[in-house]
C-alpha cells in the first residue's frame, strides 16, 4: 500500500510539506507528475489525493476539487506537463514530483545522491495505492495458498514488501508494535505520516478515475 | 513500373517471327519478382488498414456498435485533438518546406565550399531520422526549464525566457521540435531535384533575354513543384503522425490525435480499442485526401514534363 510522495531537489530553497505549498509562486514551472493522467492511473491518484486534502478527507468531493486544484496549478504555471521520469529527475527538469512512495524511494536510490532528493510526505492528502491478492477457487491445493498469505501477512512477510518499499497493509500496526528493524526505517518517511492514510474501495476507485479523466482536459485545460 | 516493363518483353518477343504465345510458366516466373511487394503491401499496408476499419466497430464488450464513428464527430475533445493534429502538421510541413528548401538552395546552388555540402547532407540525413524520445529529451535538456541554454541565458546574461510567459511546453514549442526533423528531409529530398536543373537551361534562358526571375517563374519552379508538392505532403504526414515525439515532450498536455488513440491503447486508465481505432481510421482518411489531392496536383504539375 504504497502512498503519494514527492521527491525534492537542490534546486528548491524550500521543501514544499503539504499539497497547498505547491501552488506557492516559487513552484513556477517545478512540479510535474510521474505519468499522464489520461494513461496513468498513479497520475489519477495524484489528482484525488490533492483533492482529498483540499475537501479535508471527504472523499465524495476529492475528485472534483482535485481538478480545481490542479487547474489553479496549471493557470499559475507551476504545472510542467512533461513526464517525470529518472533521467528528468536526474537532468533537473522536474525539481518537484508526485509520485507513489515505492517509486519516489526507488529513484532515490536509484540516483544514489546524483542529485540528492529528498522524498516528503504530504501532511494532508495521503492517499494509499492498495494492491489485492487472492486465491484461485480451482487452486490445486488451496490450502497451500491459505498458509502462503499467512506467511505474507505474518510480521516476516509484511517486512518482505518494506524492503522493497511497499507499505505493507499492517504497517501502522507493526510500527505501533516497534517490529521494524531500525536500519529498514531508516531507510522510509517517518512511519507517523501513514498514519492517516485514506483507503479507497474498488466502486470509488472506479467511479473517481472515471470523472477525473473524463474532466482533465475540459477543467485543468480548459478546452 | 515492374509491370509495364514485363508487359514489355512479352510484347517484343511476340512480335518476333519465331515467337510462340509466353507459356503459363514464364509468366509466373515474370511476376515472381512482385512476390515481396505484393508480400509487403498485403501486410504492412492491406492487413492492418482493414483490421483498423473493422474494429473501428467493435465496442468494449467486442459486440458491434457505431458509437466510436459518432464519437469522433459529436465528443469536443476529439474534435479539438484533429484540429490541433492539422494546425501543427500544416504549420510545420510549410514552415520546413520553405525553410529546407531554402536551406538546400544555398548549399547547392549558392555557391557555398563543396565541404559545407557534404556535411549538410550527412546532417539532414541524421537528423531527418532524430525523432523520439531521444529528441524529446534533447529539447528539454536544452531549452526546458532547467535546460542548459536556458540556465546559460540565465547566468551569463539575465535572461529569462519564461518571463513572457513561454514555455517549449506549448504547441510554438512542440513545433520547433517537429521543424527538427522537418527541414533536414526537405533538404535531403530537393537537394538531388536542385542537381537536376541543368545550367544550359539558365543560360538558355538567358540567351533568349529572359532574367532570373523569368528563369525561376517559368523554368525553374514548374520543374520543382512536382518534388515541392510531394515533400512537402511527406512532411505532413511525417508531423500528423508523430507520436513518440509529442508524447516524451509533454505527455497528453497537447491534444493530437495519435496522443489520444495511445491513451486508448496503453496504461491502466483508458481502454477502448474500437475507439482508438475509429481514431486511426479518421487519421488514414485525412491521409488519403491529402494523398489524393497531391495526385491531382503533381498530374497538373507533371503534364508538361510527358
Known amino acids: 500500500m504504497p502512498q503519494l510522495l514527492q521527491v525534492r531537489q537542490q534546486y528548491l530553497k524550500n521543501t514544499p510539506q503539504d499539497w497547498e505549498d505547491l501552488l506557492k509562486p516559487e513552484y513556477k514551472g517545478k512540479v510535474a507528475m510521474a505519468g499522464d493522467v489520461l494513461k496513468s492511473n498513479q497520475s489519477v491518484m495524484t489528482v484525488f489525493a490533492s483533492g482529498l486534502s483540499r475537501s479535508g478527507g471527504d472523499k465524495t468531493k476529492a475528485a472534483e476539487m482535485g481538478l480545481q486544484f490542479w487547474k489553479e496549478m496549471n493557470d499559475a504555471g507551476n504545472f510542467i506537463p512533461v513526464i517525470a521520469d529518472q533521467g528528468k529527475i536526474a537532468q533537473g527538469e522536474t525539481p518537484i514530483v508526485l509520485e507513489w512512495d515505492y517509486l519516489a524511494l526507488a529513484n532515490r536510490d536509484g540516483l544514489a545522491g546524483n542529485p540528492e532528493l529528498e522524498i516528503v510526505v504530504p501532511k494532508t492528502g495521503v492517499l494509499a495505492g492498495p494492491y489485492a491478492g487472492g486465491i484461485s477457487a480451482y487452486a490445486p491445493h488451496p490450502y497451500a495458498a491459505r498458509l502462503w498469505w499467512e506467511f505474507v501477512m505474518s510480521d516476516e512477510g509484511q517486512l518482505i514488501y518494506l524492503k522493497g518499499y511497499a507499505h505493507p497493509i499492517r504497517f501502522n500496526d507493526m510500527a505501533a508494535r516497534g517490529v521494524i528493524p531500525a536500519d529498514l526505517a531508516a531507510k522510509l518517511p517517518p512511519a507517523e505520516s501513514y498514519a492517516n492514510a485514506v483507503f479507497l474501495t474498488v466502486d470509488e476507485l472506479q467511479a473517481s478515475s472515471a470523472y477525473i479523466t473524463e474532466n482533465w482536459r475540459k477543467v485543468v485545460y480548459g478546452e | ?306
Open chain 2, 1 to 306: 513500373m515492374g509491370i509495364t516493363n514485363k508487359t514489355l518483353t512479352a510484347q517484343s518477343k511476340g512480335d518476333a517471327p519465331t515467337a510462340r504465345p509466353p507459356s503459363k510458366k514464364t509468366a509466373v516466373v515474370n511476376w515472381l519478382p512482385l512476390l515481396p511487394f505484393f508480400l509487403f503491401a498485403a501486410l504492412f499496408l492491406f492487413l492492418p488498414s482493414i483490421s483498423i476499419f473493422v474494429r473501428s466497430f467493435e465496442s468494449v464488450d467486442g459486440g458491434f456498435t457505431f458509437d466510436n464513428i459518432i464519437a469522433l464527430f459529436t465528443v469536443q475533445d476529439f474534435v479539438n485533438a484533429y484540429k490541433t493534429s492539422l494546425t501543427i502538421s500544416v504549420i510545420t510541413a510549410l514552415g520546413g518546406a520553405v525553410f529546407g528548401f531554402l536551406l538546400a538552395y544555398a548549399v547547392i546552388l549558392g555557391g557555398l565550399p563543396k565541404g559545407l555540402r557534404t556535411f549538410m547532407t550527412t546532417f539532414s540525413g541524421v537528423a531527418s531520422n532524430f525523432a523520439g524520445v531521444p529528441l524529446a529529451f534533447a529539447f528539454i535538456a536544452t531549452m526546458g526549464n532547467a535546460g542548459l541554454v536556458t540556465r546559460w541565458l540565465e547566468s551569463a546574461f539575465e535572461i529569462d525566457i519564461h518571463a513572457g510567459g513561454f514555455t517549449i511546453y506549448s504547441i510554438t514549442g512542440l513545433s520547433i521540435v517537429y521543424m527538427y526533423f522537418q527541414f533536414p528531409l526537405m533538404v535531403l529530398i530537393m537537394a538531388p531535384a536542385l542537381d537536376g536543373l541543368h545550367r544550359e537551361w539558365n543560360e538558355a534562358c538567358a540567351n533568349l533575354g529572359g532574367t532570373n526571375w523569368h528563369y525561376w517563374r517559368y523554368i525553374a519552379f514548374p520543374i520543382l513543384l512536382p518534388s515541392l508538392l510531394g515533400t512537402t505532403i511527406l512532411l505532413f504526414g511525417n508531423a500528423f503522425g508523430a507520436y513518440a515525439t509529442a508524447y516524451a515532450f509533454s505527455g497528453s498536455f497537447i491534444n493530437l490525435v495519435p496522443i489520444l488513440i495511445g491513451a486508448q491503447m496503453q496504461g491502466d486508465v483508458l481502454f477502448n480499442p474500437g475507439l482508438g481505432n475509429a481514431l486511426a481510421l479518421g487519421m488514414v482518411f485525412i491521409m488519403g485526401i491529402s494523398m489524393i489531392g497531391y495526385i491531382t496536383l503533381q498530374r497538373r504539375a507533371a503534364r508538361w514534363l510527358r
